[in-house]
């Protein structure tokens, strides 16, 4: 009966350990006052550069900043902003 107890207890203390291992140490930072987006509309200014998600490619065209683009991607078209 004592043996059981023994194990039970080292796996208790084993997830235990493991669970304080998963939380993580904190945060480092500093606080800053929310600054609220700029005034909707267009944004004045051309680009060549499209940003779609973890994509980046060169359009072909100037486009205004800001408008709608696409980069081709693998199967499918990942859609993003002009930059």
Excluded: D, K
Excluded at 3 to 9: L, Q, S
Excluded at 10 to 30: M, N, T, W, Y
Excluded at 32 to 45: F, K, L
């Amino acid at each position: 009966m004592g043996e059981h107890r023994a194990a039970w207890r080292r796996a208790a203390a084993l997830l235990l350990i493991g669970g304080l291992a998963v939380v993580p140490a904190g945060c480092q930072g500093v606080a800053e006052a929310y600054q609220p987006p700029g005034p909707p509309g267009p944004v004045a200014g051309y680009g060549y550069s499209c940003h779609a998600g973890v994509y980046t490619c060169r359009l072909p065209y100037q486009a205004p900043l800001g408008a709608p683009c696409s980069c081709p991607g693998l199967g499918a078209p990942s859609y993003g902003n002009v930059h």
